[in-house]
């Protein structure tokens, strides 16, 4: 069995957590265990009873007219909710008081592909257009129906940052309570946004993995009762969120594949769910079948997926995250391994970048596109860049770079680099010997 990274296994596993009847949760037909195919009834639970492997979404999903589904998706609200037929959410979740994420700008970077030598079409994918700017929102968005379905009151999550601020601006638009809890030495800007909304944040003395370890604990304590933690006990229906991506790019590029995609990585997660969604568009008849390969981006700081993949491994090891990529900052990658084999099936890769080329990355795309990004988007450029100048990555195909999030959550990270140009007496004079005329 694969390491998971989530939580002991012996807590809200199917074996002790009774199944929710009756819930309305569109085309989603039962939870699937990853590794041994077992089903379980729609429920709170993440953990496969037989085996502790993790559940995802099995689906009852549209068949036999992808034209008409096509134009049902196109009608649809400018948000992810346009892709409802293929989420485990109820026909009426637009209706319902949420933050409807997505629909997010998928920007043609001439500019950027000229810098970096890439001959073919280059996007940048920029989520940093959502509610609370990261794409965290599209995932808690779908965490909030699953937690409206089996009638939690709390909305909670470990967080290293985006997460917190999309859960309390979630909960507060849904009049539901929120309690999050994050690592101690988070960025300032971070803590902030997740504040704001009114609900609880609770800073943890430790690393993210500590604070995911005592959110487990939580749990399984009658302290946690009517809780849902997105990214734990609602955490197969969480993840869903982030095939919407697969969705709004293909759509965004007329209905076709990209050639290439590179992924930021934490858990892992939005990485193995945009294959699945890339997946299911192809079984839907959305989109054509052919060949694509998915690319994994780390900080050097914190990078165990790109280690193993680069040793020929199939076991992540974990490691003790130091890096300003605070967002990725996760030691034990949940989907670690799964990215494995999605970046060897595809042919693709998983690789990292150092601090200081995060930095440069950041300034990259803000001077030639002008997207500020956050350090996890400086990972993912910085990565690309890397994997052009070592021949992983074609530079004459179609590919799509992920930024996660906005440049304003992480300015500590390159205040250094940026400031005044000139500091003058207000002459024109001055103006011109300081040479700026």
Not at 12 to 40: H, I, K, N, Q
Not at 357 to 364: E, F, K, T
Request: glycine share 10%; net charge negative.
């Amino acid at each position: 069995m694969r390491g998971k990274g989530l939580a002991p296994m012996s807590v809200l596993t199917a074996a002790d957590s009774s199944p929710t009847a009756s819930v309305d949760l569109g085309p989603a037909a039962a939870l699937s265990c990853r590794e041994c195919g077992e089903r379980f009834p729609l429920s709170p639970i993440f953990a496969c009873a037989s085996c502790f492997g993790p559940l995802e979404i099995a689906y009852d999903l549209p068949s036999g007219d992808p034209e008409g589904l096509r134009r049902r998706i196109e009608a649809g609200p400018k948000s992810i909710w346009r892709y409802a037929p293929l989420l485990p959410v109820p026909a009426d979740v637009a209706t319902k008081p949420n933050l409807n994420p997505g629909l997010t700008p998928l920007v043609k970077a001439d500019r950027l592909a000229a810098e970096l030598g890439v001959t073919g079409p280059l996007y940048v994918k920029d989520d940093s257009g959502n509610p609370t700017h990261s794409f965290k929102d599209r995932v808690v968005a779908q965490a909030l129906e699953a937690a409206r379905a089996f009638g939690f009151t709390t909305l909670s999550c470990s967080s290293t940052g985006n997460l917190a601020g999309a859960v309390g601006a979630a909960a507060a638009r849904a009049g539901l309570r929120s309690c999050v809890f994050i690592p101690h030495d988070l960025e300032q800007a971070k803590v902030v946004m997740a504040a704001v909304y009114g609900g609880q944040v609770v800073a943890i003395d430790g690393s993210y993995d500590d604070v995911n370890r005592f959110c487990s604990e939580l749990i399984g304590d009658p302290l946690g009762e009517g809780w849902g933690f997105v990214n734990v006990n609602l955490r197969p229906y969480y993840a869903e969120g982030s095939k919407t991506l697969a969705f709004e790019i293909c759509e965004q590029l007329g209905w076709r594949l990209p050639d290439q995609l590179v992924i930021p990585i934490a858990s892992g997660s939005q990485l193995t769910k945009i294959d699945k969604g890339l997946k299911e568009l192809i079984a839907t008849g959305l989109v054509e079948d052919r060949p694509y390969r998915i690319f994994g981006a780390q900080a050097e700081g914190c990078s165990p997926v790109s280690r193993a993949f680069r040793d020929g491994h199939d076991v992540v090891r974990p490691v003790k995250p130091n890096t300003i990529a605070k967002s990725l900052a996760i030691g034990n990658p949940a989907d670690g391994p799964y990215v494995l084999d999605i970046a060897r099936r595809t042919g693709g890769a998983v690789a990292d970048v150092t601090d200081a080329q995060v930095v440069d990355a950041i300034g990259l795309l803000a001077r030639t596109e002008g997207i500020f990004t956050e350090t996890a988007g400086g990972v993912t450029l910085g990565v690309t860049r890397k994997l052009i100048e070592e021949g992983a990555l074609d530079p004459s195909l179609t590919t799509v770079v992920i930024n996660s999030g906005d440049g304003l959550k992480t300015l500590d990270a390159v205040a250094s680099a940026a400031g005044p140009t000139a500091t003058i007496p207000p002459s024109l004079d001055a103006f011109r010997q300081a040479g700026l005329a």
